[in-house]
Nanobody, 127 residues
């Protein structure tokens, strides 16, 4: 089974940058969908980016489009989320997730489409 471990979270001032990592181990993920999600206290988990590792096709939520960029290092089975121009509203616990199955809605980044989750990494953006 695939295990996912996130890292790279921390505290940064508004306008700053962070790079999150999601390291996959246990089984190959080259044909998996991988998503990044975030959840702020009292709010629902929000999908922000999803990639199909088989093709590299990536979609972003409007809330992060143009500021966040996903990349992958296939040799290391690691997916990176580069976050630039961070805002206080980006403060949340960030999770990566994986699934070998096609999402129910190709246009949505839904937590319900993912069954494998990491433990999360906290991102705090101060104003």
């Amino acid at each position: 089974e695939v295990q996912l471990v996130e890292s790279g979270g921390g505290s940064v001032q508004a306008g700053g940058s962070l790079r999150l990592s999601c390291a996959a181990s246990g089984s190959p993920v080259s044909r998996h969908y991988v998503g990044w999600f975030r959840q702020a206290p009292g709010k629902e988990r929000e999908g922000i980016v999803r990639i199909y590792l088989g093709s590299g096709y990536t979609i972003y939520a409007d809330s992060v489009k143009g500021r966040f960029t996903l990349s992958q290092d296939s040799a290391k089975s690691t997916i990176y989320l580069q976050m630039n121009s961070l805002k206080p509203e980006d403060t949340a616990m960030y999770y990566c997730a994986a699934s070998p199955f096609r999402p129910a809605d190709a246009r949505a980044i839904s937590p319900a489409d993912f069954g494998l989750w990491g433990q999360g990494t906290q991102v705090t953006v101060s104003s």
